[in-house]
Every structure is written in C-alpha cells, then in structure tokens.
C-alpha cells in the first residue's frame, strides 16, 4: 500500500519559516519524481516546487528565493523549506509523486505512476 504522510504545517507570521516533510512508503522512492503542489480557497491546485530523480529541482516563480525543494531518498522523504512566508502562501500543501516509463539502474518500468497524500494546511497570518 502506497502511503504518502506530510506534515509540518501550521500557522506562522507573515515573514516566517515552515518546513514540510512528505515520508513515502510503498514505493521505490528513488524511482520517483517528487513534487509539493498547494491549493488555496477558491483556487486551482499549483505545482510549487519539483524535485527530479537525479535531483533537479524548479520552482514556481511565486516561490523563487523562498522555497527550498530537497530529498532524502535514504529516507524516502521530500521536503519543502518555507521561508519569508506571506499571506498569500496560505493553502493546503500536497505531495506528489510521479514515476514516468523508463529505467532505472537495473529497474525498467513501462506504466506511469502517481500518488498523491492527504495535505497538510499552511496558514501564513498575524
């Protein structure tokens, strides 16, 4: 079973830090694109920042400067440093795993996959 858990969401000040963990299990995590996406009320679902297999990493330009993307593939965990948090980065936050067709070492796979977990809130106000 494929369980992706974030936490470390909250409330914090305008000017700010959280930093959110996505532990993955269920998976070969190293196989896996990993991705935060956040939705706020009323609005669509954005990518927020990427994390490839071999650790490139993008933004988006809300979050350029502030946001910090890594991975511990040791231990299957993705996370997403926030700083210099502003209102507007109130929303729930989702991880997201992706496994596009392809190799892997000596792993091969043929079918895409992904996974989403459950969200956790980020709530940026005074």
């Known amino acids: 079973q494929v369980q992706l858990v974030e936490s470390g969401g909250g409330l914090v000040q305008p000017g700010g830090s959280l930093r959110l963990s996505c532990a993955a299990s269920?998976?070969?995590?190293?196989?896996?694109?990993m991705n935060w996406y956040r939705q706020a009320p009323g609005k669509q679902r954005e990518l927020v920042a990427a994390?490839?297999?071999?650790?490139?990493?993008n933004y988006a330009d809300s979050v350029k400067g502030r946001f910090t993307i890594s991975r511990d593939n040791a231990k299957n965990t993705v996370y997403l440093q926030m700083d210099s948090l502003k209102p507007e980065d109130t929303a729930v936050y989702y991880c997201?795993?992706?496994?596009?067709?392809?190799?892997?070492?000596?792993?091969?796979?043929?079918?895409?996959?992904?996974?989403w977990g459950q969200g956790t809130q980020v709530t940026v106000s005074s």
């Open positions: 269920g998976i070969i995590f190293s196989t896996y694109d």
């Open positions: 997201n795993a992706v496994r596009v067709p392809g190799s892997y070492g000596t792993l091969h796979y043929s079918r895409r996959r992904e996974y």
């Open positions: 994390i490839t297999v071999s650790g490139r990493t």
